[in-house]
Structures are given as structure tokens and as C-alpha cells.
């Protein structure tokens, strides 16, 4: 539909609905909104066309006796105009969308913000792009294959490694710490494993292999309890007791770590000052997470390696206390990030 037929219909649509009109005074009073909004005038055969067009293919309840007007109640062959104010807040949910910025199959977004004046106004949210970062070109059409449920063949190269195929069932894309994760099950087994789209090389769509559902509800909620995205079939959630001091309390109190997080109070923290009296002041925190592959001894466990990443950043601000095996990787990590510094100071 041409845009000016378009304002015909939209020009109708408001005139059936008041009602009781002849073909001549909707003729009269269509041609006089055309002219307030700078359009050229049509003849009443344009109008009779138009109005046999809106009952014929659009399906308008048009009644044609005598007069013109909707016999159903309240009908409308277009929505309600936006106002200004849902024409902003939808403008910025569009903008949260912002680390899409650049990606070509995404111009949709833009070319709708556009379109709402977004340009007009600074935005007022601000979300960190990723536009730059490797294998953002993989997002459209890995969205694509997800909504479409279609099994590919990804070819895969891990850091460090060498290029691997794998038949996957991709089930979700997943945001962790500025990095793109394509979430999907292996053919053959049914494993659960996570790719990050920066390391994808390629893939094609295996149209002839029948795709299969996550079978355990919905795959966002395996993340819920997790640190990061990478989460072992053996893994339980564990208890991790820490002490953070005053300056870092604040910060993580109000920024959880975990959904399962606890400020431990009473008597369980006098118990905890007691235990470790060298502690002095800060606040002892309980957390639930899965922290590892359980696979024989302590020793012996798979780390969590996002999980170590996330509690060695707050450095001697937070100092894990149990599980001991979780103390001793992270007590590894930031011994060893100390002999490095020690070789390059002078």
C-alpha cells in the first residue's frame, strides 16, 4: 500500500467510525484532511474505490445503506497513534539494544528508531557495545537458526586447540562479561556445551537431521545459579563462605555474586570471628553456586574457572574461607599473578 493510500484508509478509518456519512461528505472531508497534511486531492470514484477496497480485502465492517459507517462497535483498521511519551520509551527500549549497533541484519532497529525521531533527543541509557569485539557477525543468523530450530554444523576452533566440527542443537545466545556464548546440545550425545562466537569459523544448516528441544524446561535457568556459562554435568551447589572488608561490603551487597547470598549475623558470625580472628572487621558472606566438577578428591575437581576469575578480581578485598579446594585454586592464581609482577619490577 502506497503511503498516500495509506492516508486515505487512515483518513476513513476515523470518519466510519463516527459514522452516518454519504459518499459525498466522506469525499468533502478526506479531501480536507489531504490538505492539511500536504497531500494531493483524489475524486469521489478514488473515494468509492477505496471504500469498496476496505470492506472487500480488509474486511472492514462497512455498512453500505443509505449511509457509511462501521456496524461493529469500536473497530479500527489501525492501531491508536503513539503519543510522544510511548514514542520515547519505546525509542529507549530499542537503544538496550545497542551492542547490536553495526551489525547489518539488525538495520531494522535503526531504521525503526528513525522512524520514531529517536535521533532527536541523546539517549539516556548507555549499554557497552560489542560491535568490535570478534564473531559479532555470527549473531543474526545464529538468531535466525535458533528461532527457526534448525540444527547446524559449526566449525570450531577453542583457544588453544585445533579446528573441530560438531552437529549441534543451538538453544540460546548468552551475554557473559562481554563475550558471546552460543549455547546448543551435540548430536550424538545430547552434551550440553557452550561456544563462544568469536572462535566459530563457520556453519551450515543440516536441514535433513530433525532438531531437538532442550528437554529439561528452559535452558536459561541452568545459568540461574551459575557464575559465567560454563556449568559441568557432575556440578552440585555448593556452600562458599568469604570475608569481604568494609571498603568492598558495600559492593558486593548490593551487586550479588550469587542469587544464593547471605551476610552471615549473630551467632554465626560471632562463631566466624572467633575462627578466624586475624579478620579484622569486613563482613563474612555465605554463597550458593556450582563451583566445580565433583570428580573424586578435592584435589582432583575441574574448576570453575569464570568462578575463580570472578572472586580473584576483588584481590585481598575478598578472601575465600571454605571450601578449602576453592582457597587453594584462587591462592594458586594470585601467587602466581605476584611472581610475574615480582620479574618485571625494578
Same mark, same amino acid.
Given at each position: $500500500?502506497? +503511503?498516500?493510500?495509506?492516508?486515505?484508509?487512515?483518513?476513513?478509518?476515523?470518519?466510519?467510525?463516527?459514522?452516518?456519512?454519504?459518499?459525498?461528505?466522506?469525499?468533502? $472531508?478526506?479531501?480536507?484532511?489531504?490538505?492539511?497534511? @500536504?497531500?494531493?486531492?483524489?475524486?469521489?470514484?478514488?473515494?468509492?474505490?477505496?471504500?469498496?477496497? $476496505?470492506?472487500?480485502?480488509?474486511?472492514?465492517?462497512?455498512?453500505?445503506?443509505?449511509?457509511?459507517?462501521?456496524?461493529? /462497535?469500536?473497530?479500527?483498521?489501525?492501531? &491508536?497513534? $503513539?503519543?510522544?511519551? /510511548?514514542?520515547?520509551?519505546?525509542?529507549?527500549?530499542?537503544?538496550?539494544?545497542?551492542?547490536?549497533?553495526?551489525?547489518?541484519?539488525? %538495520?531494522?532497529?535503526?531504521?525503526?528508531?528513525? @522512524?520514531?525521531?529517536?535521533?532527536?533527543?541523546?539517549?539516556?541509557?548507555?549499554?557497552?557495545?560489542?560491535?568490535?569485539?570478534? @564473531?559479532?557477525?555470527?549473531?543474526?543468523?545464529?538468531?535466525?537458526?535458533?528461532?527457526?530450530?534448525?540444527?547446524?554444523?559449526?566449525?570450531?576452533?577453542?583457544?588453544?586447540?585445533?579446528?573441530?566440527?560438531?552437529?549441534?542443537?543451538?538453544?540460546?545466545?548468552? &551475554?557473559?562479561?562481554?563475550?558471546?556464548?552460543?549455547?546448543?546440545?551435540?548430536?550424538?550425545?545430547?552434551?550440553?556445551?557452550?561456544?563462544?562466537?568469536?572462535r566459530i569459523k563457520d556453519f551450515c544448516i543440516k536441514d535433513k537431521i530433525p532438531y531437538r528441544d532442550y528437554s529439561n524446561g528452559d535452558i536459561n535457568q541452568r545459568f540461574t545459579d551459575l557464575v559465567g556459562v +560454563?556449568?559441568?554435568?557432575?556440578?552440585?551447589?555448593?556452600?562458599?563462605?568469604?570475608?569481604?572488608?568494609?571498603?568492598t561490603f558495600n559492593y558486593v551487597d548490593t551487586k550479588h555474586i550469587t542469587r544464593f547470598q547471605t551476610t552471615k549475623k549473630g551467632i554465626e558470625e560471632r562463631n566466624l570471628r572467633n575462627q578466624y580472628p586475624q579478620?579484622?572487621? @569486613?563482613?563474612?558472606? %555465605?554463597?550458593?553456586?556450582?563451583?566445580? %566438577?565433583?570428580?573424586? !578428591?578435592?584435589?582432583?575437581?575441574?574448576?570453575?574457572? !569464570?568462578l575463580v576469575r570472578e572472586l580473584s578480581s576483588y584481590a585481598g578485598g575478598l578472601l575465600v574461607l571454605t571450601p578449602k579446594y576453592l582457597q587453594n585454586q584462587i591462592f594458586e592464581k594470585i601467587t602466581a599473578f605476584?611472581?610475574?609482577?615480582?620479574?618485571?619490577?625494578?
Open positions: $500500500m502506497d +503511503t498516500h493510500k495509506r492516508e486515505r484508509f487512515e483518513i476513513l478509518d476515523q470518519l466510519l467510525q463516527k459514522g452516518q456519512l454519504v459518499t459525498r461528505q466522506l469525499h468533502k $472531508m478526506t479531501n480536507g484532511e489531504l490538505n492539511k497534511r @500536504g497531500l494531493a486531492k483524489v475524486s469521489l470514484r478514488v473515494i468509492q474505490k477505496d471504500l469498496k477496497e $476496505m470492506k472487500e480485502r480488509l474486511h472492514a465492517p462497512i455498512n453500505y445503506e443509505g449511509r457509511f459507517r462501521y456496524y461493529t /462497535e469500536d473497530f479500527t483498521l489501525f492501531h &491508536e497513534k $503513539m503519543s510522544d511519551k /510511548e514514542r520515547e520509551l519505546i525509542s529507549e527500549v530499542l537503544r538496550t539494544l545497542g551492542q547490536f549497533d553495526g551489525l547489518k541484519d539488525f %538495520e531494522w532497529i535503526q531504521n525503526y528508531m528513525i @522512524g520514531l525521531h529517536a535521533e532527536e533527543r541523546k539517549p539516556i541509557l548507555s549499554f557497552t557495545s560489542t560491535a568490535e569485539l570478534k @564473531g559479532t557477525k555470527w549473531l543474526p543468523r545464529l538468531f535466525d537458526v535458533i528461532s527457526n530450530k534448525q540444527v547446524i554444523n559449526v566449525s570450531y576452533r577453542p583457544f588453544g586447540g585445533k579446528t573441530k566440527e560438531y552437529i549441534l542443537h543451538p538453544y540460546l545466545l548468552k &551475554e557473559y562479561n562481554g563475550r558471546w556464548y552460543l549455547i546448543g546440545a551435540i548430536d550424538r550425545d545430547n552434551f550440553i556445551i557452550n561456544f563462544a562466537i568469536d +560454563t556449568l559441568h554435568e557432575n556440578s552440585k551447589l555448593e556452600q562458599i563462605i568469604i570475608w569481604v572488608d568494609d571498603n579478620l579484622e572487621g @569486613g563482613r563474612f558472606i %555465605e554463597l550458593y553456586t556450582y563451583v566445580c %566438577e565433583l570428580n573424586g !578428591e578435592p584435589e582432583d575437581k575441574y574448576k570453575n574457572y !569464570e605476584k611472581e610475574r609482577y615480582s620479574k618485571i619490577r625494578t
